[in-house]
């Protein structure tokens, strides 16, 4: 953005209100789609309409006459956009000089409008026939050597049709190479809560914030992540339900919030305080604070009180010896230490805990991308099993997911490690031998990338490249491929660091009609809560020559796999025999799926800890032990500074919307470093000047951030954040969840220095 000085609002106003409904006006009025948008609006989350683009909270389970936040309008509007780039565009911007430009400049060009191809020649992308994309891409898949040279990225706005055919191509093809966003993501809740509690998945539905008696929010900016969740945490506020928020950053959101659907709030400039007990934790301080916590139960049992509940464990749990053996063996003085917060507040944490007949854990990112993520998730459970928080209204685990259909993308075969009962459903319903042998997730894939393992890269939505981590690292690896194909509505940077070939395939988005020989079809998405609802685009095509997801899987598919015998092409014009051979693959989730989908408001998928059962391999319920405190840093350095990469207001992943960031003050600016006021003085930083900022790691590269600007912000000591994707060059390959690789994008143990005055 031109307007590089930035400037501090620090009102302590509310999150939401006018502030919220100004923003959805201007960014109708910026992308020329007022009239447009607004109508589209009606239809946003209503029967017969679209499912929101933005992120995978459910709709409101009553009904309302609109059902939208800010940020979804921006997801919108930036969908709806007038803006185009087309042939004409390329012509005129060589892949150098838009390479130069910033990502936020990339994505307000506007919608991809026809396939391109790159010419290494000229260095531009040009048109290319649809035909000859799809034959270009069978032919470098049938030259590689094995299937498994090739990686098909899924990112989590793909809807379930698109997905499901999409790893079914991958699996014929021969390899169950499926990197994907929630790799970056709720990997940690996929994996680590399965051999806890038997499915890595949330156990609430919408209705359970109507009798919860205790919320928990855990490494979650609710107010800008998952807008729609505020109206049930201010309804549960109203009720007098405590609300804990564990957080770093006090988020204005969770403090204080008026909410924009509330015609009363909005006119008389009212407010709600949302957390009733803010938690200031140190980055990576909730695994010693969840085990203060369960300390601070089992003393009080200890003592004759009854906290636990004893039934349910005897009932339906392994393990609670040697848990709390380990929890029992930890000290106090070194709990508050590891955590940053005193004893007693995690006493009074533990006693609302107790105090509350059914407690709703919910946790975001915070939790997730750390070095030890799923061991962490599991002490979640291990909390919420103490008192029988599974299976009774208003209790759960609550992973508040990210994209609109990353669960559902994992839930119809985007997996790199299916399992055999699986594998034997596809064989069963399409009639080939897909592999058996594991394939790779983001990591891998980068890593395959880099040695030269990797050759073809098909990216199904997203922007791989800017999402992941190590970015120099990254984009070196992906120049060495043979292919790249980016399949996607908006420009960005995924799409000029390509391989020898590049293919751009414009895609109809999520809002748009999809007309077909067979009549308009729709798409279902499973929201976090695990129910599947029917998607129905009501805007025309952002240009004729847009094609459909699942046309481009399937000719794809028809193109590299000449003697299939899988009828790719019928798939195209009819949604229905897709999501019969869905039904068919999971007959526990999907049967009837054809006609369930149909009914209002769809249907719930099955979540068995809702019933008590546990499909874990001894059937119970287990708690887990991860013994110890520590993140498990790379090196001991006492000047270190954990930095977590974070979201703005005004972004969605790797698309920026605006360089403000309005709940926390910052305006016109994205390159920040957020300080504890200690940490500077220590450093010789004031609020304004310039810093560098370096990860400490164990290998010899130098990862390096210059220009930053320091800004004071009520952080721990020891604690600081910055922007996603800005700072993932921080964030070094082998710096991720234990057991599920997920970059610990929250946890980057870097050195902070002054630097020289940066340019206005
Ligand atoms: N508008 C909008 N909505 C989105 C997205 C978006 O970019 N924009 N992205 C979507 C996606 S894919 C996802 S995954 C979600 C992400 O939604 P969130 O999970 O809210 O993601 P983040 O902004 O990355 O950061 C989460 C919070 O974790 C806190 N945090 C950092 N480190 C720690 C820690 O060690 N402990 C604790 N307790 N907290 C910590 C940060 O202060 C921040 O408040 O949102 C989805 N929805
Ligand atoms: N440092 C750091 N890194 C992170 C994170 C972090 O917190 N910190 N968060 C991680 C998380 S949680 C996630 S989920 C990943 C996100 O990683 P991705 O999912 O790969 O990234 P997005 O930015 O969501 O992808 C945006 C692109 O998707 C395309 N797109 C949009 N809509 C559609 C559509 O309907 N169809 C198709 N085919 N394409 C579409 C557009 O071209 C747009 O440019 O990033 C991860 N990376
Ligand atoms: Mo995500």
């Known amino acids: 953005m031109s307007d590089r000085k930035p400037s501090q609002q620090g009102d302590g106003k509310a999150a939401g209100g006018w502030g919220a409904a100004a923003a959805t006006a201007r960014v109708l009025i910026e992308q020329s789609v007022v009239g447009k948008g607004s109508r589209a609006l009606l239809e946003m989350n209503q029967p017969g309409g679209f499912k929101c683009p933005s992120c995978a909270f459910p709709d409101s389970a009553r009904k309302k006459k609109l059902d939208f936040c800010e940020n979804g309008v921006k997801a919108l509007a930036h969908e709806a956009t007038k803006h185009r780039v087309d042939r004409d565009f390329f012509a005129r911007h060589s892949v150098a000089e838009l390479a130069g430009q910033s990502d936020y400049w990339l994505e307000m060009q506007g919608r991809l409008t026809e396939p391109m191809r790159y010419d290494a020649e000229t260095d531009h992308y040009v048109p290319v026939a649809w035909e000859d994309a799809y034959a270009l891409i069978g032919r470098h898949l049938q030259a590689l050597d094995h299937p498994d040279q090739a990686e098909f990225y899924t990112s989590g706005r793909t809807p379930n049709e698109a997905a499901f055919l999409f790893s079914i191509f991958g699996r014929e093809f021969g ?6 966003c929630a790799n970056m993501c709720h990997e940690p809740t996929s994996r680590g809560l399965p051999p806890s509690i038997g499915i890595g998945k949330g156990t609430v539905v919408m209705e359970d914030f109507e009798h919860t008696e205790a919320i928990f929010i855990f490494g979650q900016n609710t107010g800008t992540n998952s807008p729609r969740m505020m109206g049930n945490l201010v309804e549960a506020r109203k009720r007098g339900v405590p609300v804990v928020a564990v957080n770093p950053m006090p988020e204005r959101a969770l403090m204080r919030f008026t909410d924009p659907q509330d015609p009363r709030q909005m006119a008389t400039f009212r407010a709600t305080d949302i957390a009733s007990e803010f938690v200031h934790v140190k980055i990576g301080g909730d695994l010693a604070l969840l085990k203060g916590m369960m300390r601070a139960l089992f003393e009080a049992d200890d003592k004759g009180r009854a906290v636990l509940d004893r039934d349910f464990i005897a009932a339906h749990c392994a393990g609670f010896g040697a848990l709390r053996d380990e929890i029992m063996s930890l000290d106090w003085a070194e709990i508050a230490d590891a955590s940053g917060i005193a004893e007693d507040q995690i006493r009074r944490c533990a006693e609302i805990y107790a105090g509350s007949g059914a407690t709703m854990i919910c946790y975001g990112m915070g939790l997730t991308q750390h070095q030890n993520s799923a061991e962490l998730l599991q002490q979640v459970a291990n909390l919420l099993l103490l008192r029988g928080n599974f299976g009774k209204p208003g209790a759960g685990i609550v992973p508040i997911r990210g994209h609109s259909n990353v669960q559902g993308d994992r839930t119809v075969g985007i997996d790199e490690k299916p399992t055999d009962a699986y594998l034997d459903r596809v064989e069963q319903v399409f009639g080939f031998v897909p592999p058996r042998d594991h394939g790779h997730h983001v990591l891998d894939a980068l890593y395959a990338m880099e040695a030269g393992q990797a050759r073809v890269f098909i990216g199904m939505g ?18 060495r491929l043979d292919l790249t194909v980016g399949i996607a509505t908006k420009l960005n940077r995924g799409h000029l660091v390509h391989g020898r070939d590049a293919l751009i395939l414009p895609v109809i988005a999520r809002s748009e009609i999809i007309r077909t020989a067979q009549g308009v079809q729709f798409v279902t998405i499973e929201d976090a809560m695990a129910n599947v609802t029917a998607s129905h685009g009501v805007l025309e095509p952002a240009t004729g020559s847009l ?7 399937c000719r794809m598919a028809a193109a590299a796999l000449p003697g299939s015998t899988v009828p790719w092409l019928d798939f195209i014009g009819d949604y229905d ?3 019969d051979r869905i039904a068919a693959t999971y007959p526990d989730l999907f049967t009837d799926f054809n006609a369930k989908i149909r009914q209002e408001g769809g249907f719930h998928l099955d979540v068995p800890p809702r019933r008590r059962v546990w499909k874990t391999p001894n059937g119970k319920a287990n708690f887990l032990v991860m013994p110890g405190l520590d993140m498990d840093d790379p090196v001991d350095a006492p000047d270190m500074l954990r930095l977590a990469t974070i979201r703005s207001h005004d972004q969605f992943n790797t698309t920026i919307y605006s360089c403000n960031d309005r709940y926390r003050g910052i305006r016109g600016d994205r390159e920040v470093l957020f300080m504890n006021a200690g940490d500077m003085a220590a450093r010789g930083i004031e609020t304004g000047s310039a810093v560098e900022v370096t990860t400490i790691s164990d290998d010899t590269r130098l990862r390096r951030v210059t ?12 604690s600081a954040a910055g922007y996603f994707p800005e700072l993932n060059p921080l964030l070094p390959f082998d710096h991720h969840d234990r057991m599920t ?20």
Do not use: W
């Open 547 to 553: 094609r459909s997801e699942v046309e481009i899987v």
């Open 577 to 579: 025999l897709i999501r």
């Open 175 to 180: 390899t169950n190479n499926f990197p994907d």
């Open 741 to 760: 690789g997920t970059p610990a994008a929250k946890s980057i143990p870097v050195r902070v220095v002054a630097a020289g005055p940066r340019p206005a």
């Open 462 to 479: 997203g922007n791989f490249i800017r999402a992941v981590p190590d970015r120099d690292r990254a984009e070196a690896a992906m120049r």
């Open 707 to 718: 220009g930053l600007r320091a800004q004071e912000y009520p952080l721990p000591r020891g």
